[in-house]
């Protein structure tokens, strides 16, 4: 082998180790500014903490875990019970008002319907005329009444199935 050979061999040798070690100086920072990261967060959490302080910190957690673990069964309970009222209570209303009779002003009768999700619930019709005010009542089930409607006391039947809230003739 000619001897330029071998020193361009040598220097391309030189040349290839000093990457190499300038690579492995770039880890070697990575690694350590890794390790320096993973200290302080060590350090945090033993900071003032012996074995049996960290076993008496660790063991209130525990103990708060699982007092959030019965706060939240009972919630949970709470819920289902408000959750059941709610299904049986009423739900939607319609309202109409009307004037009942032609010398009759200001729209004082009315026709309320109340329904639970289930469309059951009642009407109230209130009268109002010149001698006084009468009021009736009709039972609905599955959104029917077996009892003859006035056309008011249909359209707040309607007004409730349908979420409408109030209607004025």
């Not at 063991?59 to 708060?64: F, V």
């Not at 819920?79 to 004037?99: P, R, W």
């Not at 729209?107 to 109230?124: A, E, P, Q, R, V």
């Not at 008011?152 to 199935?161: M, V, W, Y």
Request: overall charge neutral.
């Amino acid at each position: 082998m000619d001897p330029m050979e071998n020193v361009k061999f040598l220097w391309m040798a030189i040349f290839i180790m000093a990457i190499l070690l300038i690579a492995f100086i770039v880890l070697s920072v990575i690694m350590l500014l890794k390790e320096m990261g993973l200290q302080k967060k060590y350090d945090a959490f033993m900071k003032g903490a012996d074995g049996a302080s960290l076993e008496s910190s660790m063991l209130t957690k525990y103990k708060e875990i699982d007092k959030l673990k019965k706060e939240t069964k009972l919630n949970a309970e709470k819920l289902d019970v408000a959750c059941e009222t709610l299904i049986n209570s009423f739900q939607k209303m319609g309202i109409v008002k009307y004037d009942a009779f032609a010398e009759m002003g200001g729209k004082l009768s009315y026709s309320l319907c109340l329904l639970d999700d289930k469309d059951n619930g009642f009407i109230i019709t209130s009268i109002h005329s010149r001698e006084g005010c009468n009021s009736y009542i009709k039972e609905i089930i599955r959104g029917k009444s077996y009892v003859i409607m006035s056309t008011e006391e249909r359209q707040a039947l309607e007004a409730a199935q349908r979420g409408s809230k109030y209607s004025d003739i």
